[in-house]
Structures are given as structure tokens and as C-alpha cells.
């Protein structure tokens, strides 16, 4: 199944808060004819524009294909945290990949959030940028491990700027009783996605990458130079970037075979006015200790931004304000009362192991992808671990090729049962406190 027309309307942004802020870029048009380029991108994303950006400032002709609109797909949608490390804890990494290279990974998130900030920076990109994530635990009995972590990244990381927070911390200042004690990262923070995005694109732009919209790639022909084809369009190029994520649908099978597309969701509310200090006390995103996370911060006019929700297939729920508001409504019940302006859902992808797979599908051919919930800083820097690679430079990308990632097991046709399996069993673990 192609995600890419399974939700939404072609070219049309959803109507979210991020859409109803942000000013796009272009329109760019849609590739007709044949063209030949150095560098030929898959994905108009994160990734994909941070690759674009970075080929073009190396010198390279690059042609971007996005089949929607810059920005539509989950880069355009998700909660703008901007986290630090990897998506699986230091201890993990350890574990799975010897210290050494969990150590290399480890910077490499450092790395990826400095990205961030330079390039917010470097090209005066608008996305309201915010220091400040927590984590929030559910259960008591997880805070002792939350604050040993600290302590870990402290001791073996030289990683200072986490403050851990005690119940009554925690709640002086999140609004709710339902958080029992956790952490904040100072060094992680939070942003605007949609603009953040659009801001990459411009900035690719600028640089000289050639940018398309509504150019839907259908097919890849693989050999000494690569033919990307599109509805009405062809790409001749000596290298391709996959960069599709969530949305890569039958477009390589290898990557399609460890990265699993799931949705979710997030609604907005009305403004809160001065109900907003009821929610939080400091301009902080939040994440919590759920495996069915929930995170949300306030936007500049002070309406609670929230995420979550269980979804357990492909299409989105009839009612997306209605399954979020359940969670929401967990955490705030002080907030029942207030209205929701938009909800919106969105695709990203995971792996087995929740950590971002890289590889090269074929001789010429760079792949990244399944950043499992983590992307906004790390598929920034996939973009340009990328574009060194392209360029001979691949010591990055071999460490992140180096991590195994496993086959999801049924193959696609057992996919959907498989997620709503999972999903159903997490969420109960969740209720339970397991």
C-alpha cells in the first residue's frame, strides 16, 4: 500500500495548525520531460531537502522529486522536538552495538541538534525555536531509572544539561497529577516543523538544487546511471537519494522490508489565553514515558498543541479530534470544556528496533529512513550524512549502516494485522503499568 494518496488530498497540505501558520514556498513545478543530474532525491522531507541543500552547496546538480507538496508529509506534521540521542537509550546502544560505536552515535545526535540550530541560523529560517524537552513518567516506579539516565549521560557523557524533577517538580510545572517525577533536557528543544521545512526548501533553493512538486516517482531503473521516472517525467542521474520514509511504498523493497509505515495524530486547540499556565509553567515541549507516547506543548498563541492516539491501520479515523482528545483529556481533564480549532494525522515509519535504517540499495543508491518517532533533528542529518557519502565521504554513514536492523516478519501482507496486533498490546501494557 502507497500511503501517499491514502489520507490526504494530492498537493493539498491538511489543515493543521502548522498549514494555517506558515507561508510555503514556490509552488515548484512539476517535472515534465526528460532532465539529467549529478544527484537525483526521492522525498521532499527533512531528509530530501537537507540532502539537496547540502549536494548543491558541494557543487552538484541535483533534481528533488516530491510527489506532493515541500514539507507534506510527516516533516510537515509531527511535534517539532527537536530530541537529543538516538531514539533507543545510551544503555541499549551499549548493548547492541559495543560502547565505542554507541559513543559515536551519541555525538552523532549531538551533531544532528547543532545542525539544527546552524541551519536555523545560517539561513534566517522563522520556526520559533525553543529550548527545553521533558520527559514525563507514568509510573513512579520508572522515575528511579529516568534519573539514573541522567546521572549515566552525566557520568559517561559529559552531558550536563538535564535536570531531573521530582513528583512535585513535575507538576509545578506540567499541569496534571498524571506525571509522577521524570527529567527536562535543556539541550533538546522544540520548533515549528512545517516551517522548519519550508525554510529547507528554501534554502535548497537558493543553493541551486532544482525542485519539483507533484512529481510522483513510480519507478527507479537501477544500472551505471539511474533512471528515476515519474507520471510524466524522467530523471537521468549518476546517484539517487531515497528519502521517502513513511511513504516509500513499493519503491524498494529491501528498505520497505525493515521500515514500517504507522500513523498518528495531533489536534490544536483554541487558544488557552491565561488558561495556558494551567498546562505549562515554561515554554517546554513534553514527551512522556508511554509506549503509546504522548507529548505536546503550547504554540505563540497559546493553544495546546497535543499528540497521541492509537491507530491500528492505514487510513485515518473518521473522527482524528475524537481519538486524540481521549488521551488529551487523561492527561488535562481541566480541559474538557475547551474546543478543538484543528486535528490532523500524518505518516512517519518505524523499525524493529526503533533506530533509523541506512543503506545503499544499489550501487548508486543512498537510503535513509524509519527515524521511529526521533526525526526532526536525525533525518536533518541523514540529509547531509548523505550528501557526504554521495561525495565520497561515508565514515557516517557506514556507522549508521552498521546498525542491524531486522526484517518485520510476515512481510507486507501481514503488516496491517501485525500493527494493530502490536499497538493493541502496547496500549494495554500502557493501562496496566506493565
Known amino acids: ?22 507561508t510555503p514556498p514556490g509552488p515548484f513545478p512539476e517535472l515534465r520531460g526528460d532532465t539529467r543530474a549529478d544527484v537525483c532525491v526521492i522525498g521532499g522531507g527533512y531528509t530530501g531537502l537537507s540532502a539537496a ?4 552547496g558541494r557543487g552538484y546538480d541535483v533534481v528533488l522529486l516530491e510527489a506532493h507538496r515541500m514539507g507534506f508529509g510527516a516533516s510537515g506534521r509531527n511535534g517539532g522536538q527537536v530530541g537529543s540521542g538516538q531514539r533507543l537509550e545510551q544503555d541499549a546502544l551499549e548493548r547492541l552495538m559495543g560502547d565505542e560505536d554507541a559513543t559515536r552515535l551519541w555525538h552523532l545526535a549531538e551533531d544532528a541538534k547543532a545542525l539544527v540550530a546552524a541551519l536555523i541560523a545560517d539561513h534566517g529560517i522563522d520556526c520559533a ?29 559529559e552531558y550536563d544539561l538535564i535536570e531531573p524533577l521530582t513528583r512535585d517538580e513535575m507538576q509545578a510545572l506540567v499541569g496534571t497529577t498524571a506525571y509522577q517525577g521524570g527529567y527536562v533536557d535543556w539541550g533538546a528543544g522544540h520548533l515549528h516543523p512545517l516551517a522548519f521545512a519550508f525554510g529547507l526548501a528554501r534554502a535548497a533553493a537558493d543553493a541551486g538544487a532544482r525542485l519539483h512538486e507533484r512529481s510522483h516517482v513510480h519507478h527507479i531503473r537501477h544500472g551505471a546511471q539511474a533512471v528515476v521516472q515519474t507520471d510524466k517525467g524522467r530523471v537521468t542521474a549518476d546517484h539517487v537519494i531515497l528519502a521517502a520514509n513513511g511513504y516509500l511504498g513499493g519503491l524498494d ?27 505549562l509553567t515554561r515554554d517546554v515541549a513534553v514527551a512522556d514515558s508511554k509506549f503509546v507516547v504522548n507529548y505536546f506543548r503550547l504554540s505563540a498563541d497559546k493553544r495546546l498543541l497535543f499528540g497521541g492516539g492509537e491507530s491500528y491501520g492505514y487510513r485515518f479515523p473518521s473522527d482524528i479530534a475524537a481519538t486524540v482528545r481521549k488521551p488529551m483529556l487523561e492527561v488535562f481533564p481541566h480541559l474538557r470544556d475547551v474546543k478543538t480549532d484543528y486535528a490532523w494525522g500524518g505518516t512517519l515509519a518505524i523499525t524493529m528496533n526503533r533506530l533509523p535504517f541506512f543503506t545503499r540499495p544499489a550501487a548508486n ?8 518517532g526521533h526525526g526532526v533533528a536525525l533525518a536533518v542529518l541523514a540529509g547531509r550524512i548523505m550528501a557526504e557519502a554521495t561525495a565520497g565521504q561515508a565514515e557516517q554513514f557506514d556507522l549508521m549502516a552498521r546498525i542491524p536492523t531486522p526484517r518485520f516478519p510476515g512481510g507486507s501482507a501481514l503488516r496491517t494485522p501485525l500493527l494493530a496486533l502490536a499497538m493493541s498490546w502496547y496500549a494495554m501494557r500502557d493501562r496496566i503499568g506493565v
Open 129 to 157: 525555536y525553543r529550548p527545553g524537552v521533558v520527559h514525563a513518567d507514568w509510573h513512579a516506579a520508572d522515575v528511579p531509572h529516568s534519573h539514573g539516565y541522567a546521572e549515566k549521560l552525566l557520568r559517561e557523557y
Open 365 to 372: 543508491m543512498l537510503s535513509a529512513s524509519g527515524y521511529s
Open 1 to 22: 500500500m502507497n500511503l501517499l494518496f491514502s489520507n490526504d488530498r494530492p498537493g493539498t497540505y491538511p489543515e493543521s495548525w502548522y498549514a494555517a501558520t506558515a
Open 253 to 279: 523493497r529491501k528498505v520497505a522490508a525493515r521500515v514500517m509505515p504507522i500513523n498518528n495524530f495531533i489536534l490544536a486547540t483554541e487558544p488557552l489565553g491565561e488558561r495556558a499556565d494551567t498546562v
Open 53 to 56: 541543500l547540502h549536494l548543491a
